[in-house]
């Protein structure tokens, strides 16, 4: 987009996955809105929509207050995972997606998968990817928060064997800005999941762009005929 400042081919990229990869977001939306229907609670879809990217063991306690029964989470989030899979025949990846990940495993670049989406809907999203080749994946089966924590982020980076400043963490959400930030590293935030780029630049994105098929095109474009390292 203008005005933005110029963009490097860096050594790693940490991608989200659901919003950023692949076109769930709102799929997301409606599985919870379900399966907090189901439970007797009566969520605005909205306010929905602006928690997917958390984790369960986040979004639960932003949407519902802490004074909710947490006895009854376990089968919030197995309804959730129940609706959400009905879908996974029907997902298709965000434009560009796949293209960006394999243009950037050929460049050499280090590629690492934070998400919180684990199991069987990540392998199943893996698919829908063409099952891209990744250095390192984590999930939130491997740290003890989810985002908005910085946990997934840190483990990733921490796994590439990079240091954050050589790092470029991609996301759709405020949360993984905001992660980004928290460890030190830069962000672009991708409009697809539906945030808008004034919250993502607000949240404190350095790059803001459409899709991945945007983010790719400027990468091919500043890649050139060689390479130029990741400012150190």
């Known amino acids: 987009m203008p005005g933005q400042p110029a963009l490097r ?28 229907q189901l439970a007797g609670h009566v969520v605005p879809m909205a306010s929905l929509h602006r928690s997917v990217g958390m984790g369960p063991d986040q979004l639960m306690p932003h949407v519902l207050g802490d004074g909710r029964d947490e006895r009854r989470d376990e089968d919030l989030v197995k309804a959730h995972d129940v609706l959400f899979a009905t879908w996974h025949e029907r997902v298709e990846e965000l434009p560009g997606a796949c293209h960006l990940l394999s243009w950037c495993h050929h460049q050499g670049v280090t590629l ?7 199991g069987r809907d990540l ?24 985002r908005p924590s910085p946990d997934l982020v840190q483990l990733a980076i921490e796994r590439m064997g990079l240091r954050p400043k050589e790092v470029l963490v991609v996301g759709d959400t405020v949360w993984d800005v905001e992660a980004a930030r928290a460890v030190g590293a830069r962000s672009v935030g991708l409009e697809c999941g539906g945030t808008s780029e ?15 098929e945007s983010l790719c095109q400027e990468l ?13």
Do not use: C, K, N
């Open 9 to 36: 081919v860096p050594l790693g990229i940490v991608f989200d996955l659901d919003g950023t990869l692949v076109d769930t977001t709102y799929i997301h939306t409606l599985a919870w809105w379900q399966a907090f």
């Open 112 to 118: 690492a998968l934070a998400s919180s989406t684990g």
């Open 123 to 146: 392998e199943a999203m893996l698919g829908v990817l063409e099952h891209p080749d990744l250095d390192v994946v984590v999930t939130s089966e491997d740290v003890e928060q989810s």
């Open 198 to 212: 004034a919250e993502l630049r607000a949240a404190g994105a350095t790059w803001v762009f459409r899709d991945p």
């Open 220 to 232: 091919v474009e500043v890649a050139g005929p060689g390479r130029e390292a990741w400012p150190a």
